[in-house]
């Protein structure tokens, strides 16, 4: 069992910056992959970017890529979106979550086991 905060989420101008942080407790954390995806209203969960248990490995969405970067510090439970060059395009609740015990860093939605409650990034013009 893993439960996720997300935290950092706020107004920010376009071409800003913000840090997401997503606490994680529960056992054996440090070998669950983890992802961040986001919905804005209307619109489906979207893949973010996902990092696998070792943090040796991570994906992005082409959408993001070159401006986001997630990781993680397995000795603080924490996960990390550093969020570059922000876009309106951006605004969306940004869920943490986490996958299986030593799973690979996935795009899927189905594959991620805990979830965050989400926390609010908007992106003004």
């Known amino acids: 069992q893993v439960q996720l905060v997300e935290s950092g989420g706020g107004l920010v101008q376009a071409g800003g910056s913000l840090r997401l942080s997503c606490a994680a407790s529960?056992?054996?954390?440090?070998?669950?992959?983890m992802g961040w995806f986001r919905q804005a209203p209307g619109k489906e969960r979207e893949f973010v970017a996902a990092?696998?248990?070792?943090?040796?490995?991570?994906i992005y969405a082409d959408s993001v890529k070159g401006r986001f970067t997630i990781s993680r510090d397995n000795a603080k439970n924490t996960v990390y979106l550093q969020m570059n060059s922000l876009k309106p395009e951006d605004t969306a609740v940004y869920y943490c979550?986490?996958?299986?015990?030593?799973?690979?860093?996935?795009?899927?939605?189905?594959?991620?086991?805990?979830w965050g409650p989400g926390t609010q990034v908007t992106v003004s013009s």
């Open positions: 979550a986490a996958s299986l015990p030593y799973g690979i860093a996935t795009k899927s939605v189905q594959q991620y086991m805990y």
């Open positions: 529960g056992r054996t954390f440090s070998k669950y992959a």
């Open positions: 990092i696998t248990w070792s943090g040796g490995s991570t």
